[in-house]
C-alpha cells in the first residue's frame, strides 16, 4: 500500500508531461467555500466548506489531516498489536511482551480490584519519612522507577556545542503547568488553573486522605509549584539555546549547588563516575535546594505523595484514569474518552514503540519506498540552496556556510537503518500487577540507556522517534531533518493527483523542516550540530531585523476573541512555514519548468499548490484547545498558519492576484523576507 503511493509521488517530481496531465488536480472544489475572496480570508475560500461538513466529534479537540492519519494508524497499529495479545506467544518473544502489555492495560476489571494496592507501600514509604535526608533518598530511589517525585530533570543528553558527546542535563521541572500559568495567567490559563487545583485534591482524596487534609496538601503542593514557577524559565526564554547551556564540572555542580544529594542521585538513575554536567537553568535548580531546605517536611511529603499519584494514575484503577480525563475538558475541550484500545496502543508504545515500529515499517514502508522519497526531499534542498543564493542580505561568505550546513543534512526518511533492539533486555510478567512491570522496566530500560550511551561518541543517525509518528522534525544536534513513515502519506502525498498538490503538500512540509535548520533557534548551530556562531555580525543584524518582521506580523493574529498569538515564542515554527512554502514553490516551479502542467478544475498549477496547502491544514478545533495550543505550544492554531503565513509569500499574491484593499492584504516592503 505504502510502497505504491510512494513511488507514485516521487514520480511526480519527474514524470513526463503526458502523464502529469493524466492526473487529477489534487483539488476538490466542494471543500471550498467560493463566495469569500482569497485575498480576505484564504483559510475559508480553500477549506471552509470542509470546515462545515466535517464537525468537531466528542473524543477529539480538534480533527483535520494530522487526526485522520492518526486514526488510520491507531487502525494499523491495533491489528499488529491485537494479533500478538490474541494468541499464545512464547515467553520472552518480542509477541508476549507486546501482547502482554497491551491485555495487562485493557483489563480494567483486574485494575478496579487492585485498586491503589500497586502503589501503598510506596505512599507508606513517604508517609514514613522521618526527616529531610530520608525525603531526598526517596525522591531519588522513586524517580528511578518511573515516579515524577523530583523538582528538576536529570538525565542523559548531547552536549549542545560539542555534539559528539553525551552530557549529563539537568533542568527545570517540578510544576504541573508551564510557568506562565502560575506567574501572569490570562482568564483562559486561570480556568486551567482551578481545575488544577481541583484534580490534585480529588487524586489526593482517593488515596485517602480526607476533604480537609485533601485541601491543605493541595494548598502546599501549589505553594511549592509556584514558587519554583516563579523562577523558571518562560516559554519564549526556554528557546534560546545559549541561555539555557551552563556547562561545569561535577565538583562545581557539588559545590555550587550543595542542597541536592547529586552522588545519591546519580547512582540512584545508575550512572558510573560523571565528570560533567550542563545546568540549563540554574535559577529554578538553586530554588528547589531552597524548598528542600526550608519548606515545613509535611509539605514535601504531600507534595510527593501527589506526584506518585499523579504518576501512577493511569495505571491503577479506571476511577483515576477518568478524573485525570475530567480534567482534560477544561484544558483541551475534548467531551469523551477515546476507546481504552488507544491509550493501551499509547502505552504499549511508549515502552516499546520501535519495536513496534518494526512491525509497522515492514507491512506499510519498505526500502524501496524510503529511496524515492529520499529523492523527493533532494529536490527542495536544491530549491533552498538556490534561495539562500539569491538573497540579497547575507553576504557570500555567510551563504558559504548555510549551503555548506544544507548539504550536510542527514536526511531520515521513514525508519532508522540501524535499529536499538533495547526490547531484548525487557521482562513483562502477568503475574505481577501492571504498576510492578513497569517499574521494572523503568529500571531496565533506564540501565540500557546508560550503558548504550554514556562515556560514547554520539550516534547522530539514531532516531529518537518512532517510524509510526504522525509528525516531522528537525534536530539540531544531528543537522537531521525526519520524517517518520506514518506521515508519508495522503493528504499530504496524494498519488492520484499531480505534482501541484503533492507539492503543496508534503513539499511544504519537507521544506518548513528544512527551514527549521535556519529559523531563529536552528541558525545557532553549525553544520555538525554544535552551538557555534557561522554567521556575520552584519548578517546576523540583518537575519534578526527579518525575523522580527514576521514576529511582529504575528502577534497580531487574534485566534479568539481578545486571545492574539505569541509571536515571539512561535517564532521557530512561523519561520519554517514561511521558508517551507517559499522552498516548496521554488521546487515546483523548478519541475513545472521541465513538465508543464495545464489548468484544472478552473485552477491553474500555481493556484492549486496553495489550495493545497491551505487544505493540509484544515481542521475544526475546540476554542479551549485553540487556548491551550496559544497558551503552551510553539505552533500558531492551524488557521493562523494560513491566514498569517501566506500573506507574506510574495508568489501567493501573484498567483491570486491579491491587490491593496484585500483584508489580508500586507505591503510588499512590510513582508517579512528571510528564506
Request: aromatic letters at 10%.
Amino acid at each position: 500500500m505504502m510502497k505504491s503511493k510512494l513511488i507514485l509521488a516521487a514520480m511526480l517530481i519527474c514524470s513526463t508531461a503526458a502523464s502529469a496531465q493524466g492526473l487529477k488536480s489534487g483539488i476538490d472544489k466542494s471543500n471550498m467555500d467560493l463566495s469569500v475572496k482569497p485575498g480576505d480570508n484564504f483559510y475559508e475560500y480553500s477549506v471552509g466548506n470542509w470546515l462545515k461538513t466535517h464537525p468537531l466529534d466528542a473524543q477529539h479537540p480538534m480533527n483535520g489531516s494530522f487526526v485522520d492519519l492518526e486514526e488510520q494508524n491507531n487502525d494499523r497499529i491495533r491489528e499488529l498489536v491485537e494479533g500478538y495479545a490474541n494468541t499464545p506467544q512464547k515467553q520472552g518473544t518480542l509477541g508476549q511482551k507486546i501482547g502482554s502489555l497491551y491485555r495487562m492495560y485493557m483489563d480494567t476489571a483486574r485494575l478496579d480490584r487492585e485498586g491503589i494496592t500497586p502503589i501503598k507501600p510506596i505512599l507508606k514509604r513517604i508517609a514514613e519519612i522521618k526527616n529531610r535526608k530520608e525525603y531526598a533518598k526517596a525522591m531519588a530511589d522513586l524517580s528511578a522507577i518511573g515516579y515524577n517525585t523530583t523538582m528538576y530533570g536529570f538525565g542523559l543528553g548531547t552536549d549542545a556545542k560539542n555534539s559528539d558527546k553525551y552530557l549529563v542535563s539537568i533542568g527545570q521541572g517540578g510544576i504541573g503547568l508551564d510557568p506562565e500559568y502560575y506567574t501572569k495567567p490570562n482568564e483562559q490559563q486561570k480556568a486551567v488553573v482551578a481545575a488544577y487545583k481541583s484534580l490534585i485534591k480529588d487524586l489526593l482524596k482517593m488515596v485517602g486522605n480526607n476533604d480537609a487534609v485533601a485541601e491543605k496538601k493541595m494548598q502546599a503542593i501549589f505553594a511549592i509549584q509556584n514558587q519554583i514557577a516563579k523562577v523558571s524559565y518562560d516559554q519564549i526564554k526556554s528557546r534560546d539555546p545559549q541561555a539555557n547551556y551552563h556547562k561545569m564540572s561535577w565538583g562545581k555542580l557539588l559545590k555550587d549547588y550543595p542542597g541536592i544529594d547529586w552522588n545519591y542521585l546519580a547512582k540512584s538513575s545508575f550512572f558510573p563516575a560523571i565528570d560533567s554536567v550542563d545546568v540549563g537553568q540554574p535559577e529554578p535548580i538553586h530554588e528547589v535546594e531552597k524548598i528542600l531546605a526550608k519548606t515545613p517536611l509535611e509539605d514535601l511529603k504531600a507534595y510527593m505523595e501527589y506526584n506518585v499519584v499523579s504518576s501512577a494514575s493511569g495505571t491503577l484503577s479506571k476511577k483515576f484514569f477518568d478524573r485525570k480525563f475530567e480534567f482534560n475538558k477544561t484544558l483541551y475541550g475534548v467531551k469523551e474518552e477515546q476507546p481504552r484500545w488507544k491509550y493501551a496502543l499509547s502505552f504499549v508504545q511508549n515502552l516499546l514503540g520501535e519495536a513496534v515500529g518494526k512491525l509497522y515499517v515492514k507491512k506499510y514502508f519498505p526500502e524501496s519506498s524510503k529511496q524515492l522519497a529520499i529523492e523527493l526531499v533532494k529536490n527542495l534542498q536544491n530549491a533552498l540552496a538556490e534561495r539562500i543564493q539569491e538573497n540579497t542580505w547575507m553576504t557570500d561568505v555567510t551563504k558559504k556556510q548555510a549551503i555548506e550546513k544544507l548539504r550536510a543534512f542527514r536526511i531520515r526518511i521513514g525508519y532508522p537503518d540501524k535499529w536499538q533492539n533495547n526490547d531484548s533486555a525487557v521482562v513483562v510478567d502477568e503475574n505481577k500487577s501492571l504498576r510492578e512491570n513497569l517499574e521494572n522496566l523503568n529500571v531496565v530500560l533506564q540501565k540500557y540507556e546508560v550503558k548504550k550511551r554514556f562515556g560514547k561518541p554520539v550516534d547522530k543517525e539514531e532516531w529518537f522517534c518512532t517510524p509510526q509518528t504522525v509528525n516531522a522534525f528537525y534536530s539540531p544536534e544531528t543537522n537531521s531533518i525526519n520524517f517518520p513513515a506514518a506521515i508519508l502519506q495522503a493528504p499530504f502525498f496524494d498519488p492520484e493527483a499531480d505534482a501541484a498538490a503533492n507539492f503543496g503538500g508534503i513539499g511544504s512540509v519537507i521544506g518548513h523542516e528544512m527551514s527549521h535548520g535556519f529559523d531563529d533557534q536552528g541558525c545557532q548551530f553549525d553544520k555538525n550540530g554544535n552551538l557555534n556562531n557561522w554567521w556575520t555580525a552584519e548578517d546576523k543584524a540583518n537575519y534578526d531585523k527579518r525575523t522580527k518582521v514576521l514576529a511582529d506580523w504575528f502577534s497580531t493574529q487574534e485566534v479568539l476573541p481578545g486571545l492574539k498569538v505569541n509571536g515571539e515564542k512561535t517564532l521557530g515554527e512561523n519561520i519554517g512555514d514561511n521558508g517551507g512554502i517559499n522552498v516548496a514553490f521554488r521546487a515546483f516551479e523548478n519541475a513545472i519548468k521541465k513538465n508543464p502542467l495545464e489548468n484544472k478544475d478552473g485552477f491553474t498549477p500555481e493556484q492549486r499548490f496553495f489550495l493545497a496547502y491551505g487544505r493540509i491544514w484544515a481542521s475544526n478545533i475546540a476554542p479551549q484547545f485553540v487556548a491551550y495550543i496559544v497558551n503552551s505550544d510553539t505552533h500558531s492554531p492551524n488557521i493562523a498558519r494560513v491566514n498569517g503565513a501566506l500573506p507574506m509569500i510574495d508568489a501567493w499574491y501573484d498567483t491570486f492576484g491579491i491587490k491593496q484593499g484585500d483584508k489580508l492584504y500586507v505591503p510588499i516592503e512590510k513582508r517579512a523576507h528571510i528564506w
